[in-house]
């Protein structure tokens, strides 16, 4: 006894793929080209960052957060197209860690000052994910870190103008005790914050002078007459030939003078003529450190 079979159920011939899953399937073809392309630059870049490891001087730590300001700044002013530029500057803040990292011994201590871990947060955000980090609840404790050689660099809290004598640590980078600890780096570098991100502000210091970015504020120290006022200070600054951003002037009880902590605009070296030209200092200047501007929306 014979069958018979429709049509439907003869006909064994694949359906052939529509032009949307061609056309997906050719994407991801190219987009696993891209990944190879960026891959071979990234080892490639690493090759190149070994020569200049084996090229740099002996002992000094691999850390320019000047420069590393700098070529974001280059990228981002070269940037089009619909990646979101925060994002860029995320990518290469993991490109320094990873690369800093392979010139030498790179721990980063923090001075958690709060319940939120927001100044770990901070640091996770610009020294990288896997970057090791180690925590202290003071001021002095972190920068003991980096003065002793066991850390690269220290971030810590933005001083302030309420903060108490303990907290006050700019205060004792006023005696340049060796190795000369130097304020290098602004925290947060992107500005503008996301939902979720830190709020806090802070400053990096490492055993190590700042180099400069182009776009740069100083910090310099001062000791002054008790009698001292905001005025009187930012009169002599502007004869001297300063542009001041931002001041805090201290006179803490049983101190015999007071101290100021000065931004200026630009980056100031230690030699600059200007700071001998500031009126009614006790002692000589000192050049703190200096940092690259952080990115907003407007210089982003």
Known sequence: MSSTHSAAETDQTPQAPNDATAQLAALRLELDRLDDAIHDLLMQRADVVV?????????????????????????L????????RRLLSRL???????????QGPYVITVCE?????????CAREHFGALTPL?????????????????ATAAVLPMPADEEVPATAWWIALLHRDEPRIHVVARLPFWAPRS???PQVQALVVAAVAPDPSAQDRSLVGLELPLDMSRAR?????????FTQSAAILRRDAGAQMAHALVEVDGYVADGDGRLAAIPDVLRPPVVLGAYAVPLDGDNA
């Open 233 to 241: 200070l930012s009169a002599g600054l502007a004869a001297a030939g």
């Open 134 to 150: 180690r925590v202290h609840h003071s001021p002095a404790q972190a920068i003991a870190e980096v003065s002793a050689g066991s």
């Open 77 to 84: 002013r070269r940037h089009a197209g619909p990646l979101p």
């Open 113 to 121: 000052t709060g319940a939120g871990n927001e100044f770990v947060q």
């Open 195 to 197: 939902e979720g991100a």
């Open 51 to 75: 020569r200049v490891a084996a090229l740099g001087a002996k002992g000094r730590v691999a850390f320019r957060p000047g420069r590393e300001a700098e070529i974001i700044r280059r990228l």
């Open 92 to 102: 290469w803040r993991e490109l320094f860690a990873a690369t800093t990292s392979m």
